[in-house]
Every structure is written in C-alpha cells, then in structure tokens.
C-alpha cells in the first residue's frame, strides 16, 4: 500500500487529486476507467493509500480547494458536530457523532436506553491500561448499513499512546478525494486534540488509509479544473469526454 507524506494536513490534501488522477485505474486500451457510482455519480477511482502526518496540528490545517463552497466557519462547526454532536444538523442521512458517541442507541436500544459512548470509553481504556490496543471505535451496523442509500464512509478509529504521545488512526471504506477528505481530516484530529487534552498527553501522528479513494468527475468537474495542472486538465478532458 502506497504511503503519502506531509508536514501538515494541507500539503497531504494537495497532493491527492492529481495523485488520484495520475494512478486511476485504466482499460487494457489505457483510458481511464470510470465507474457507476451507486449514488448515480461517475467516478474515477486510485488503488489504496494511507495518509500520515506525524504533526497534524501544526503548520496549514487545511486550505479549501479552489472555488470550494465552504469556509473555516463550515470546517469548525464540522468539528464541533463530529466531536460534540449538534441536533438538527447534521451534514448526511448518517450522523458519525451518534456513530462514534451514541453508538446503538439509535438503531439498537429497545428500551430507550442510550448507546455506548465510544469516545469515554478510548478515554477510559487508555487512562487504565497506556499499552492497550483496544482503544477502538466503529461506525458500522450491518443490519441497517447494508439497507441503507448513504452509509459511513468511516468505519474504523484506533488510539494507541506510543512514545507518550496519541497515535490516532482512521480506516475509510471509500472518500471523496476533492470535497470529502479535507473536513474529514480536520474533523478527526480535532477529535485526536480533544482526546490528547482528555487524556494529558502530547498529540502524536495521524494515520488515514482509504480504500477506495475517488473523484465525482463530473459533479466536481470545475472545482477538479482548479485544483490541478493544465496537464492533468488534458486527461481529465479525456476521461469526462
């Protein structure tokens, strides 16, 4: 599996698009291979790779792309949601505060109880046992998800304290490498600064790996156009047709 580097959250995210772009798969002719998404958007899709910055909190965050429709304000208030949660605003049909914080309360409790706080409970793991490996979160549940039209593209976050610092690390089944990537990075290590406080403990690397990272070529088009180099313009010309 391929491994990007940066020395923030931002130089990362400004190599994705066109590393997405230059390493698509392809035909046995060599054009790119654009795939039917099931939310009905074309797509062109890279094999896997892991992000890793050891210093997310330092240097540029993030920087929106490019005629992108969304602000430090949207970033924030994204963070807030994922980390404290917000009723009534949630961005998707999916919700990854009641994933991550509520998790089967929502789908799962039948006698109103809540769910498992899955943040306390990274918290609590960590502070009794440094060494443990179980600090885990997930998102999925397989009788609903797999009903489901909008799924979490999150599945998976793991905390370990190594080299007493918090080593954060994220799984994504799929992203959207233009518009879905960048809040999504600055949303989860908001949630690694929150849990480093919680825990007094100096923040460590962040570790992304996604899956299938991909492109909506046609829905994202002009903000695609500025955000890369005239040459990647030119295969992106062929590839939307």
């Known amino acids: ?31 790119p291979e654009v795939y039917p998404g099931e939310n009905g958007q074309d797509t062109i899709e890279c094999p896997e790779f892991t992000l890793y910055c050891r210093t997310p909190i330092y240097g540029r965050r993030f920087v929106p792309p490019p005629k992108a429709q969304f602000d430090q304000r949207f970033m924030d208030e994204y963070a807030m949601q994922l980390i404290f949660g917000k009723k009534g605003t949630s961005f998707f049909e999916y919700d990854y505060y009641e994933r991550v914080r509520n998790w089967g309360g929502e789908f799962l409790s039948c006698d109103g109880s809540v769910g498992t706080d899955q943040v306390e409970y990274i918290i609590n793991k960590l502070r009794s046992s440094p060494v443990s490996r179980r600090a885990v979160a997930i998102t999925w549940y397989p009788h609903i998800d797999t009903e489901k039209s909008d799924v979490p593209c999150l599945q998976l976050i793991h905390c370990t304290i190594r080299e007493g610092k918090l080593h954060f690390k994220v799984v994504f089944r799929s992203e959207d490498m233009m518009l879905g990537v960048g809040p999504n990075m600055y949303g989860l290590t908001s949630l690694q600064c929150y849990l480093a406080n919680r825990l007094d403990i100096d923040v460590g690397p962040y570790v992304h790996t996604v899956y299938c990272p991909h492109l909506y070529i046609h829905r994202d088009r002009d903000y695609i156009d500025a955000f890369v180099e005239p040459a990647w313009q030119r295969i992106l010309n062929t590839i939307a047709g």
């Open 1 to 31: 599996m391929r491994i990007i580097q940066g020395p923030d959250l931002a130089s990362l995210h400004e190599q994705l698009v066109p590393h997405v772009i230059q390493n698509c798969f392809k035909k046995p002719n060599g054009t």
